[in-house]
């Protein structure tokens, strides 16, 4: 078969090479290869590049970094005993950790504990861009992929699958070993929701785009913020906590009210 | 069939003009005359219940049950209890399109699409939830105030039964919508079958008809659910009662209540109003919680898939004590012999599991035989004057209450900022220890508190007023305790233990030997009550008692 086929295929690419339009073609490929390559890495830098490509941001960053977090992480962000070097986690995980008030670490424990935020967005934006001009990491992510507009049922499917182990199915949140745990998701921004899942903070794992889409990623937040934003329908959720919730309530509130009813009822009339 | 009577009566009434007491009277007779009820009514309707809250816990148990069977029917005229696979399209849009079994799917329906459906779901399980942890109380109850003593031994096992198939009865319904919460039930209960050596994995292939999860459990324990459990209750609940009717009422002790009477207030009118009404209120609770507070939301679970597993999965909490004990039994505690894994953390928390049940369901006859008491008893005891018994009670409480616990380890940890270990081996610690703990607590409060009663009924309350004497000696004036109290406070029966006797070949038993020592242990330590004699001498040494006039 291949034997027969060859010439032939030789004799097509022979008579393409040497069409007249050929040189025209390989430009015309070039420029759409370099343009695209172009494109899609700014695109996926848009966010950080609005800060991170003045050098002047970075060196803001620097200065936020040297005063605020070399204590630990080392003054070139090269890491110490105290706290895991900052090279390559992108601009994303900075903007997790200290967009959420877990960095600068209150003290030091089972896992960093969410906290008041304390740098504004300007000062998180530059701390990020200096991070992440350290080296390549993941990026902040863009906002089209944040708008909660996905599919809520394939969102609810891979949460069930992915996160529930941990998260709880509510995102109510779980234990983990030696006094760490999976925090609750509700009041979790969007973009916060999809930098964990991108860069795996504290104990959580990193789910890539190999192992969850960016387009699935934004199926789990848009499930994530209906559970938010819907009330449950069988009324107030007791914490979304399950059984546990449900049994001590009914022991607590039910059983009380039954029994102060029956003292009721057999009080001695006056 | 009632409107049709009335209206008959009321023609009756029409033709026989001279009759008089109205409209009720000639109902009644139309019925007696045709079905000779008022024997029955004279009986029933005289029969006296004693008036405490604590004897409306088993009320609340049976009317929690009717609220059950009426919520169920309504459930059972949408639910579908089959495991085929459909493809969800209601009205929730976050399974929108997903696949599920029908069961999960017509629960999905009823809570969304049927019109009261959501309601009447939460009322059936809420009340579900009652009616075991009012069956608990109800227990409690009867446990602590020794209600199960003869003639009552049968009862307690009947109503022990009861509770068992109400957990049964919470646990085959928990499993039914087959979402991913009663699904991992389902698994763990398929694991500690299987943890039964040798027959386990033949029993749990038996059940399931295949490999977990097949397609055939739903269907089954539907069966149970809605016929099998529910008839066999219904039965238990008749011969419980019915023994109540033929044993009277316990009461407890007070002036006037002696083993021979019942002090209160007969059935009809007055109990019979009470208790009718009573139903209304617990279902009106039930009705308010139902309406205001989430259970078990199938939605959120989503359908069952035998990979995830949400955190914070438990079962209901009646079966919590279970998911408890497995959750402390220390790990690698499995051995392979023969080419078969025996799974002794699994097996073993069967086997103490079981043993505890069996231990309360016949505990009657095995403090029976301690005491050899066989008087009827229908005088309640206060728990402080059986000190013993109230002592194994705390110990069985705290081990029940430790396992537990167990079972929201996690929800402990994450909410109580502590870590999973700390509170397993806390935990652990307390459901070995804290038994004994709680029995050495509670025996010596009990005796503590007779020891009060005896000083009150001998020297009355200190009344804080003190008074010269004559000789110009100082004394605090005591104000005695009346009738009615000190009755309360003297009444009990003092045991004291078995003395060990030969029997007619002049033998000593091994089993007697143990009992007398079960008696010592039982009864070693008590206080007498106060006797007349007693009474007498303290009241005539007591110059307090002139009080100031």
Same mark, same amino acid.
């Given at each position: 078969?291949?034997?027969?086929?060859?010439?032939?295929?030789?004799?097509?690419?022979?008579?393409?090479?040497?069409?007249?339009?050929?040189?025209?073609?390989?430009?015309?490929?070039?420029?759409?290869?370099?343009?695209?390559?172009?494109?899609?890495?700014?695109?996926?830098?848009?966010?950080?590049?609005?800060?991170?490509?003045?050098?002047?941001?970075?060196?803001?960053?620097?200065?936020?970094?040297?005063?605020?977090?070399?204590?630990?992480?080392?003054?070139?962000?090269?890491?110490?005993?105290?706290?895991?070097?900052?090279?390559?986690?992108?601009?994303?995980?900075?903007?997790?950790?200290?967009?959420?008030?877990?960095?600068?670490?209150?003290?030091?424990?089972?896992?960093?504990?969410?906290?008041?935020?304390?740098?504004?967005?300007?000062?998180?934006?530059?701390?990020?861009?200096?991070?992440?001009?350290?080296?390549?990491?993941?990026?902040?992510?863009?906002?089209?992929?944040?708008?909660?507009?996905?599919?809520?049922?394939?969102?609810?499917?891979?949460?069930?699958?992915?996160?529930?182990?941990?998260?709880?199915?509510?995102?109510?949140?779980?234990?983990?070993?030696?006094?760490?745990?999976?925090?609750?998701?509700?009041?979790?921004?969007?973009?916060?929701?999809?930098?964990?899942?991108?860069?795996?903070?504290?104990?959580?794992?990193?789910?890539?785009?190999?192992?969850?889409?960016?387009?699935?990623?934004?199926?789990?937040?848009?499930?994530?913020?209906?559970?938010?934003?819907?009330?449950?329908?069988?009324?107030?959720?007791?914490?979304?906590?399950?059984?546990?919730?449900?049994?001590?309530?009914?022991?607590?509130?039910?059983?009380?009210?039954?029994?102060?009813?029956?003292?009721?009822?057999?009080?001695?009339?006056? | 069939?009632?409107?049709?009577?009335?209206?008959?009566?009321?023609?009756?009434?029409?033709?026989?003009?001279?009759?008089?007491?109205?409209?009720?009277?000639?109902?009644?007779?139309?019925?007696?005359?045709?079905?000779?009820?008022?024997?029955?009514?004279?009986?029933?309707?005289?029969?006296?219940?004693?008036?405490?809250?604590?004897?409306?816990?088993?009320?609340?148990?049976?009317?929690?049950?009717?609220?059950?069977?009426?919520?169920?029917?309504?459930?059972?005229?949408?639910?579908?209890?089959?495991?085929?696979?459909?493809?969800?399209?209601?009205?929730?849009?976050?399974?929108?399109?997903?696949?599920?079994?029908?069961?999960?799917?017509?629960?999905?329906?009823?809570?969304?699409?049927?019109?009261?459906?959501?309601?009447?779901?939460?009322?059936?399980?809420?009340?579900?939830?009652?009616?075991?942890?009012?069956?608990?109380?109800?227990?409690?109850?009867?446990? /602590?105030?020794?209600?199960?003593?003869?003639?009552?031994?049968?009862?307690?096992?009947?109503?022990?039964?009861?509770?068992?198939?109400?957990?049964?009865?919470? /646990?085959?319904?928990?499993?039914?919508?087959?979402?991913?919460?009663?699904?991992?039930?389902?698994?763990?209960?398929?694991?500690?079958?299987?943890?039964?050596?040798?027959?386990?994995?033949?029993?749990?292939?038996?059940?399931?008809?295949?490999?977990?999860?097949?397609?055939?459990?739903?269907?089954?324990?539907?069966?149970?659910?809605?016929?099998?459990?529910?008839?066999?209750?219904?039965?238990?609940?008749?011969?419980?009662?019915? /023994?109540?009717?033929?044993?009277?009422?316990?009461?407890?002790?007070?002036?006037?209540?002696?083993?021979?009477?019942?002090?209160?207030?007969?059935?009809?009118?007055?109990?019979?109003?009470?208790?009718?009404?009573?139903? @209304?209120?617990?279902?009106?609770?039930?009705?308010?919680?139902?309406? @205001?507070?989430?259970?078990?939301?199938?939605?959120?679970?989503?359908?069952?898939?035998?990979?995830?597993?949400?955190?914070?999965?438990?079962?209901?909490?009646?079966?919590?004590?279970?998911?408890?004990?497995?959750?402390?039994?220390?790990?690698?505690?499995?051995?392979?012999?023969?080419?078969?894994?025996?799974?002794?953390?699994?097996?073993?928390?069967?086997?103490?599991?079981?043993?505890?049940?069996?231990?309360?369901?016949?505990?009657?006859?095995?403090?029976?035989?301690?005491?050899?008491?066989?008087?009827?008893?229908?005088?309640?005891?206060?728990?402080?004057?059986?000190?013993?018994?109230?002592?194994?009670?705390?110990?069985?409480?705290?081990?029940?209450?430790?396992?537990?616990?167990?079972?929201?380890?996690?929800?402990?940890?994450?909410?109580?900022?502590?870590?999973?270990?700390?509170?397993?081996?806390?935990?652990?610690?307390?459901?070995?220890?804290?038994?004994?703990?709680?029995?050495?607590?509670?025996?010596?409060?009990?005796?503590?508190?007779?020891?009060?009663?005896?000083?009150?009924?001998?020297?009355?309350?200190?009344?804080?007023?003190?008074?010269?004497?004559?000789?110009?000696?100082?004394?605090?004036?005591?104000?005695?305790?009346?009738?009615?109290?000190?009755?309360?406070?003297?009444?009990?029966?003092?045991?004291?233990?078995?003395?060990?006797?030969?029997?007619?070949?002049?033998?000593?038993?091994?089993?007697?030997?143990?009992?007398?020592?079960?008696?010592?242990? /039982?009864?070693?330590?008590?206080?007498?009550?106060?006797?007349?004699?007693?009474?007498?001498?303290?009241?005539?040494?007591?110059?307090?008692?002139?009080?100031?006039?």
């Amino acid at each position: 078969m291949t034997t027969i086929k060859s010439p032939r295929a030789r004799r097509t690419r022979k008579t393409g090479r040497r069409h007249p339009l050929a040189s025209v073609a390989l430009i015309a490929i070039g420029l759409l290869f370099t343009g695209g390559a172009y494109v899609a890495f700014s695109s996926s830098t848009a966010v950080a590049t609005t800060d991170a490509s003045s050098q002047q941001t970075i060196a803001e960053g620097e200065k936020l970094f040297a005063a605020n977090c070399a204590t630990c992480h080392g003054l070139s962000a090269q890491g110490s005993s105290e706290g895991p070097s900052l090279i390559g986690v992108g601009a994303a995980s900075v903007d997790f950790q200290v967009g959420t008030g877990r960095m600068p670490m209150q003290m030091q424990g089972p896992q960093a504990q969410k906290k008041p935020v304390q740098f504004t967005t300007e000062q998180t934006a530059a701390l990020a861009a200096y991070v992440a001009s350290l080296a390549p990491g993941p990026a902040v992510p863009a906002a089209e992929l944040l708008d909660a507009a996905g599919n809520a049922a394939t969102g609810a499917e891979l949460f069930r699958i992915n996160c529930a182990m941990c998260h709880n199915v509510a995102g109510a949140g779980g234990a983990l070993t030696e006094g760490k745990f999976a925090p609750a998701i509700e009041n979790v921004s969007a973009q916060h929701i999809y930098e964990a899942m991108i860069t795996g903070p504290q104990n959580m794992p990193v789910f890539n785009d190999m192992n969850i889409t960016p387009e699935d990623k934004r199926d789990i937040i848009t499930y994530l913020k209906y559970v938010e934003d819907n009330p449950s329908p069988g009324g107030l959720a007791l914490g979304s906590l399950g059984p546990v919730a449900e049994g001590l309530f009914i022991w607590i509130f039910g059983l009380g009210a039954i029994v102060a009813l029956t003292v009721w009822i057999t009080a001695k009339s006056n | 069939m009632t409107t049709l009577t009335t209206r008959e009566s009321a023609e009756d009434q029409a033709v026989g003009a001279k009759k008089t007491g109205g409209f009720t009277a000639a109902a009644a007779n139309y019925i007696d005359e045709r079905t000779s009820i008022s024997g029955a009514v004279k009986e029933l309707g005289r029969k006296i219940f004693p008036d405490h809250w604590s004897f409306l816990l088993g009320e609340v148990a049976l009317y929690s049950f009717v609220i059950i069977l009426l919520s169920g029917s309504f459930l059972t005229f949408f639910f579908q209890a089959s495991m085929a696979e459909v493809i969800y399209d209601g009205s929730y849009a976050p399974l929108k399109g997903i696949p599920m079994s029908a069961a999960m799917s017509s629960t999905m329906d009823i809570s969304f699409d049927i019109r009261g459906g959501l309601l009447m779901r939460q009322v059936h399980h809420w009340a579900a939830l009652l009616f075991v942890a009012s069956i608990g109380l109800h227990m409690l109850r009867i446990y /602590f105030t020794g209600a199960f003593r003869k003639p009552r031994e049968l009862n307690w096992v009947i109503g022990f039964v009861l509770f068992i198939l109400a957990m049964a009865e919470g /646990f085959t319904g928990y499993s039914l919508p087959d979402d991913l919460l009663s699904g991992n039930g389902l698994r763990i209960i398929d694991g500690l079958i299987k943890g039964i050596p040798v027959a386990g994995t033949w029993v749990s292939f038996l059940l399931f008809g295949g490999e977990f999860p097949g397609t055939d459990i739903v269907g089954r324990l539907y069966s149970l659910h809605i016929l099998l459990l529910p008839a066999i209750i219904v039965a238990l609940i008749a011969m419980h009662l019915l /023994f109540v009717v033929v044993h009277k009422h316990t009461q407890y002790p007070a002036a006037g209540h002696t083993n021979q009477n019942v002090v209160g207030y007969p059935v009809l009118p007055v109990y019979a109003a009470k208790a009718g009404g009573f139903f @209304f209120i617990v279902f009106g609770v039930v009705m308010l919680i139902a309406s @205001f507070f989430t259970i078990n939301p199938i939605w959120n679970y989503g359908p069952y898939d035998p990979s995830p597993v949400s955190a914070g999965t438990q079962p209901d909490w009646y079966i919590g004590f279970a998911d408890g004990a497995m959750r402390l039994i220390p790990t690698g505690w499995e051995f392979v012999w023969l080419n078969h894994t025996y799974s002794l953390n699994i097996f073993l928390v069967l086997v103490v599991v079981g043993l505890f049940i069996v231990t309360v369901m016949i505990y009657p006859f095995i403090e029976g035989w301690i005491t050899g008491d066989k008087r009827e008893h229908h005088v309640l005891d206060r728990p402080r004057n059986a000190p013993t018994r109230t002592a194994i009670g705390a110990a069985g409480v705290t081990f029940y209450a430790s396992l537990w616990a167990a079972a929201s380890s996690d929800i402990m940890a994450t909410h109580f900022h502590l870590t999973m270990e700390g509170v397993i081996h806390t935990l652990q610690a307390t459901t070995l220890l804290g038994p004994f703990v709680a029995f050495f607590i509670a025996k010596r409060v009990c005796l503590a508190l007779q020891k009060k009663d005896r000083e009150i009924v001998l020297h009355g309350y200190e009344s804080g007023r003190i008074v010269r004497l004559p000789g110009g000696e100082f004394v605090e004036v005591h104000q005695p305790v009346d009738e009615y109290e000190r009755w309360k406070l003297v009444s009990y029966s003092d045991f004291k233990p078995l003395m060990l006797r030969p029997n007619a070949q002049g033998k000593i038993g091994a089993s007697e030997k143990i009992r007398a020592g079960l008696s010592r242990w /039982f009864f070693e330590d008590r206080i007498t009550p106060v006797t007349q004699t007693e009474l007498n001498h303290a009241h005539g040494d007591h110059p307090a008692e002139i009080t100031d006039k």
